[in-house]
């Protein structure tokens, strides 16, 4: 097989100029531009970014989960070669859960709280596989929550029977009830503590190593994101401006953004340093500017960011920023 | 007032609901000037169709049914409006109070209001003003004022129980302003919109509650409202003997005011929980969405078609 | 779970000792004096004599007015709510017995019928939103609900039954026909019950579909459904266990709170339409101040109100889990 086709059987998901924008009115906002990337077989990519930056309206545009008033106003999201986005209503159907599985932010709010765990482990097994009977069903879901350290007598309470930490397990559990090959998280441990966000993350970690899925994880955390995630990309105001191997990001970050999001975070051990956030206010998307998005708060800015919007520039085939600079 | 416009913009059922309420409000105020008839006077034969001298009619006695709807008109808004306004604000101090106050003078008010939500009202009012004999309109302004604070009271507790949770008015206790300063000055602006619903929806009860008791015949029979229009056309058979104005008149001025207390309230909803707000965006919306799927589908119809094109010339088998 | 339905039934005990202490004190409060305007609405059927039995009923026993107030309990609690003066000497508890069924039948049916079809036009009408029904038929329905219903009632009974007669206009059933269990007399029961119920339901519906819509279009904001849509579920699976299921909570709740509006309405309905049922007895009771009566009836309305209540808690109970810790 020739080096192209090696990379391209290994490619699982690729996103290709992915725009998402919102109708407020008669204006578009554009909240996602011409994002692009991809994720391979097994690989844990990170999405990071603040708040408002897009990152969680394209988790959710991928499996076209959007909700009014998102519009996917242009792009590609090809799983296995196949355009997701152009599936039609039974395509997609079968395409959600099974080859790629969703973890919200807040377990308790999606969670159907009149239902038991059971029930909602159980119908979205016989949705996708209508052949199993009653008792298969419910040695799997057992089995699915044993996975993930439930006790299986919990099998048949509610969502508010469970604490926070148990509840996040219970979703993970339900998001590896197919077998997908792609989770999407969006913040999963944000809303916990930082002991059963440690927890978590490990169950998580061996989970990964026994069944091999690929994660996209999106988080404002990038401390967290640093141990697990073998590639992160930076996102600022609907853009990609960085996308790295992890410990590039972390300790060789190129783009003025991603270095005032890697300060920002003191480092445990080592001596202390003065922390610089990044000054300036996030971007106001009713008037983007001309040239560089990021060019207001920019410490490194020159005359070319204001008039001109920089390129994604290829530093090396992993390492790509959106940057002047690096020209 | 840029508030009181903004509020109005885009919110239909609040816009038409208002007008109606004003266009009511303004024929009873101006109702000598405008009534052609004297509205207690027979005018004419009974039983007279609509006609150019007498609009809508005449009544079985002879009275000039225009005339009579809006005279009534004065009667059914007063009690009304009145009712409303002595239940809202019952409810208002209930509510807040509770809320506030907490504790055993919560549990206390609280048991109050269920038990007066529970209990029918129509009953109790009818069996209350059999005892009392024949009431005029203010004693059933007073009555329905009285036993209609109730569904308010609780809404307004609980928001009032909700905003109390909120830090600005945590940080005015802390500061030390009195309780009656930090009730009036900090909470009540926020439960505006709420309070006028209320008002709203308990002036509509009122409305109805006052026409179902005078349709009874529980009111006093010398002062017309729009519910003893409905008694005296019940008692001739209007319907039954073709003269449909005496009872459809009187039953549509209800039905029209009814209608825009509900629209000014349905208008309130929407202010308070913007989610139910106007469909017009999320139609251009899934016009917006359907049309993308359609280029996306179209798209790949068509690289679809090349690719078999090209497999066919290249003598491949298409992926 | 005991603990629960176990304070809602206290609740309902207390307001039912509110409605029998409301019925204690009016005859205190009236002016005048109540049993001579009883002597003269029994129109000579009462002898004075038995004014006494008559004021024991009604409490007016000597001693001070706690012990009178505990007399009276007692009364209505062994079952005894006094003659009726129209009907004198039948008790009140017997008319009571012949016309709670009717009332019962009518405003029992007319709710569940107006619940069900509210509910599943309500869930059609927020997945359609914006649509034809939601914007028109919708609208139109509630609009058709505001007309005061005496108004409805007359066009219904005109339209439908006088002009079109399609249907009987009055009484419970046709009167040549002996009440039993037999074909024809149910038949004849639901005969005459068409025009009553129809106008019921009509009225009513307008209300439960716009509280369903709006507690549907609340509840598929939720996160929880875009779970179940991500999960590759059919529409209908999200639509009916994940969305109605809960949007349906709020409304059940509103159950209780509209049944005292139910009753209302079943009153004037009865009246217009003659049907034998509490509200037609109330209404002639008050015309000639037979008071016995009106307070006997009164206590059965809000006993039947009540058990109401406590079946809509019971259903609530069921329906949310959440309760059942």
């Known amino acids: 097989m020739t080096e192209l086709a090696k990379q391209q059987a290994e490619i699982l998901l690729a996103i290709r100029g992915l725009s998402v924008e919102y109708l407020v009115g008669d204006t578009r906002l554009r909240a996602v531009d011409q994002v692009s990337f991809t994720v391979n077989k097994g690989e844990t990519v990170g999405l990071a970014g603040e708040s408002g930056c897009g990152k969680s309206t394209l988790a959710f545009a991928l499996a076209k989960l959007h909700k009014p008033p998102a519009l996917i106003a242009e792009g590609e999201v090809l799983y296995k070669g196949r355009d997701v986005l152009s599936f039609d209503d039974e395509e997609l159907r079968r395409f959600r859960w099974k080859e790629t599985s969703v973890v919200f932010q807040s377990a308790m709010n999606c969670l159907n709280p009149v239902i038991s765990i059971n029930a909602q482990i159980c119908d979205v097994l016989s949705a996708h596989h209508p052949e199993m009977n009653r008792g298969e069903l419910q040695d799997r879901a057992r089995e699915l929550l044993q996975i993930v350290g439930i006790h299986p007598d919990r099998l048949n309470q509610y969502p508010h029977q469970f604490s926070g930490g148990m509840r996040q397990r219970a979703v993970l559990a339900i998001s590896l009830a197919l077998k997908p090959q792609l989770i999407i998280m969006d913040e999963p441990t944000t809303a916990l503590d930082v002991v059963v966000e440690r927890e978590i993350m490990d169950q998580l970690s061996e989970l990964k190593q026994q069944f091999g899925f690929s994660i996209l994880l999106i988080s404002h955390d990038l401390s967290l994101m640093g141990e697990i995630t073998d590639r992160i990309a930076v996102m600022y105001a609907g853009k990609l401006v960085e996308i790295a191997p992890s410990e590039e990001v972390l300790f060789n970050p190129k783009h003025p953004y991603t270095k005032g999001l890697v300060n920002s975070f003191p480092h445990l051990l080592g001596e202390k340093k003065e922390l610089t956030g990044i000054a300036g206010n996030p971007l106001n998307l009713y008037s983007p500017p001309a040239g560089c998005y990021f060019e207001e708060r920019c410490p490194e800015r020159i005359w070319l960011c204001k008039s001109t919007d920089p390129a994604l520039i290829t530093l090396n085939p992993q390492h790509k920023a959106k940057c002047h600079l690096l020209g | 007032m840029k508030n009181l416009l903004s509020f109005f913009k885009g919110n239909t059922p609040a816009t038409v609901g208002t007008i109606i309420v004003l266009v009511f409000v303004l024929l009873s105020v101006f109702a000598p000037w405008i009534t052609p008839y004297d509205a207690n006077k027979r005018v004419a034969r009974g039983h007279q169709p609509p006609s150019a001298e007498y609009i809508l009619g005449t009544t079985r006695s002879g009275k000039d049914v225009l005339s009579q709807v809006i005279y009534a008109g004065r009667i059914s808004l007063l009690v009304g409006f009145g009712a409303g306004l002595l239940a809202t604000i019952i409810a208002v101090l209930v509510g807040i109070t509770s809320a506030y106050a907490g504790g055993k003078v919560d549990a206390f008010l609280m048991f109050v209001t269920n038990v007066f939500l529970v209990m029918p009202g129509l009953p109790m009012i009818i069996v209350l003003a059999a005892f009392l004999g024949q009431v005029g309109p203010l004693s059933i302004a007073l009555i329905l004022g009285l036993f209609g604070w109730a569904g308010g009271a609780r809404v307004l507790r609980a928001q009032a129980l909700s905003i109390r949770e909120k830090e600005f008015v945590t940080a005015a206790e802390v500061i030390g302003e009195s309780k009656w300063r930090i009730v009036i000055v900090e909470m009540l602006p926020n439960m505006v919109s709420l309070i006028v619903g209320t008002f709203a929806g308990a002036a509509l009860g009122a409305v109805m509650g006052q026409a179902a008791l005078e349709f009874i015949g529980l009111g006093d029979p010398t002062v017309i409202s729009w519910g003893t229009m409905l008694q005296w056309a019940q008692h001739s058979s209007a319907l039954i003997v073709g003269a449909w104005w005496e009872a459809i008149v009187p039953g549509v001025a209800i039905a029209l005011f009814a209608g825009g207390l509900t629209l000014f309230n349905m208008g309130m909803d929407q202010v308070s929980n913007p989610q139910l707000k106007g469909s017009k965006n999320l139609k251009r919306w899934k016009k917006l969405n359907d049309e993308l799927q359609a280029q996306r589908k179209a798209k790949l119809a068509a690289s679809k078609a090349s690719i078999s094109k090209k497999s066919a010339q290249d003598g491949v088998m298409p992926v | ?325």
């Open chain 3, 1 to 325: 779970m005991g603990r629960f339905l176990g304070s809602r039934l206290l609740f309902y005990i207390a307001a039912f000792m509110v409605a029998v202490t409301f019925n204690f004190v009016l005859p205190r409060m009236m002016p005048g004096d109540p049993f001579e305007i009883m002597f003269a609405a029994a129109q000579g059927k009462i002898q004075p004599e038995q004014m006494a039995v008559l004021k024991e009923q009604f409490g007016f026993v000597a001693g001070p007015w706690h012990v009178q107030f505990w007399d009276y309990v007692k009364g209505i609690f062994s079952g005894d709510l006094g003659p009726s003066l129209t009907y004198y000497p039948t008790p009140v508890t017997e008319i009571i017995a012949g016309a709670l069924p009717w009332t019962v039948f009518l405003a029992g049916t007319s709710t569940l019928i107006c619940l069900i079809i509210g509910i599943l036009l309500g869930i059609f009408s927020a997945y359609n939103r914006g649509g034809k029904f939601d914007s028109i038929v919708a609208p139109a329905l509630a609009f058709i609900g505001a007309f005061p219903q005496m108004v409805s009632a007359m066009l219904i009974l005109f339209g439908l039954g006088v002009f079109l007669n399609w249907f009987p206009v009055g009484y419970g059933y046709n009167p040549d026909i002996d009440a039993g269990w037999t074909l024809a007399f149910f038949g004849s029961v639901a005969y005459h019950a068409a025009l009553p119920l129809i106008t019921m339901v009509i009225c009513g519906i307008g209300g439960w579909l716009f509280l369903m819509r709006n507690s549907m279009i609340n509840t598929l904001g939720e996160d929880y459904i875009t779970m179940g849509k991500a999960k590759g579920l059919s529409t209908r699976r999200v639509m009916v266990n994940y969305a109605a299921r809960n949007a349906a909570l709020p409304v059940v709740t509103a159950v209780a709170m509209a049944l005292s509006f139910v009753v209302a309405g079943a009153l004037i309905i009865e009246l217009i339409y003659n049907y034998p049922g509490l509200g037609n007895e109330m209404l002639g009771a008050v015309a000639s101040r037979d008071y016995p009566l009106l307070q006997g009836l009164l206590l059965i309305i809000v006993v039947c109100v009540l058990t109401a209540n406590f079946l809509a808690d019971l259903a609530y109970f069921w329906l949310d889990p959440r309760l059942r810790k």
